[in-house]
T-cell receptor, first 115, second 114 residues
Framework: AQTVTQSQPEMSVQEAETVTLSCTYD???????LFWYKQPPSRQMILVIR??????QNATENRFSVNFQKAAKSFSLKISDSQLGDAAMYFC????????????FGTGTRLAVRP | EADIYQTPRYLVIGTGKKITLECSQT?????MYWYQQDPGMELHLIHY???????EKGDLSSESTVSRIRTEHFPLTLESARPSHTSQYLC?????????????FGPGTRLTVL
């Protein structure tokens, strides 16, 4: 079974600084997708960024980028120029293959942004 | 505007009561999901549906049941609520298979059973 591990229950970053959230996963599959979701307090969960396993290039979405290390099964999220609105729970998630659709989530990292 | 609606947002209820958590969507998506999330913890899939009259149990065993009579509606029912059912329940939708198949989440229902 696939597992997703987020080893940092809580992180803190100064506004305008950069922070990296860690995620590792375990799978025997070669075709899969990885996601970072953001869940602000009392608000809806939204997708931040996604990565296809077969793509070597790391995904980037504005201030958010990933460091995808397939051999190491690592998928970290880097947030640059952190803003107060980035404060949230961040979940790493895995989805198997091109025909799968069910997500496996990590336990989450709570990010605090200090003004 | 396309969206996912969950009602109620908060529910406090006594043990033994029957409850139904509502989820409706105007996303136009065929696939719908129910996740259970304990405070500060990961999400666990408890039910999913690929379309009308299609329902399947997820990875986490749950005493709840679901139905999918209309594409836009996916209610979750607990016949007899217990304190162990206290949790947050998130409804999500998705479209198609393959590719990114992004899932979109509703605001959640926070259930407390006394």
């Amino acid at each position: 079974a696939q597992t997703v591990t987020q080893s940092q229950p809580e992180m803190s970053v100064q506004e305008a600084e950069t922070v990296t959230l860690s995620c590792t996963y375990d799978t025997s599959e070669s075709d899969y997708y990885l996601f970072w979701y953001k869940q602000p307090p009392s608000r809806q969960m939204i997708l931040v960024i996604r990565q296809e396993a077969y793509k070597q290039q790391n995904a980037t979405e504005n201030r958010f980028s990933v460091n995808f290390q397939k051999a190491a099964k690592s998928f970290s999220l880097k947030i640059s120029d952190s803003q107060l609105g980035d404060a949230a729970m961040y979940f790493c998630a895995y989805r198997w293959g091109s025909s799968g659709d069910k997500l496996t989530f990590g336990t989450g990292t709570r990010l605090a942004v200090r003004p | 505007e396309a969206d996912i609606y969950q009602t109620p947002r908060y529910l406090v209820i006594g043990t033994g009561k029957k409850i139904t958590l509502e989820c409706s969507q105007t996303m136009g998506h065929d696939k719908m999901y129910w996740y259970q999330q304990d405070p500060g913890m990961e999400l666990h899939l408890i039910h999913y549906s690929y379309g009308v009259n299609s329902t399947e149990k997820g990875d986490l065993s749950s005493e709840s049941t679901v139905s999918r009579i209309r594409t836009e509606h996916f209610p979750l029912t607990l016949e007899s609520a217990r304190p162990s059912h206290t949790s947050q329940y998130l409804c999500a939708t998705g479209q198609g298979l393959g590719g990114y198949n992004e899932q979109f989440f509703g605001p959640g229902t926070r259930l407390t059973v006394l």
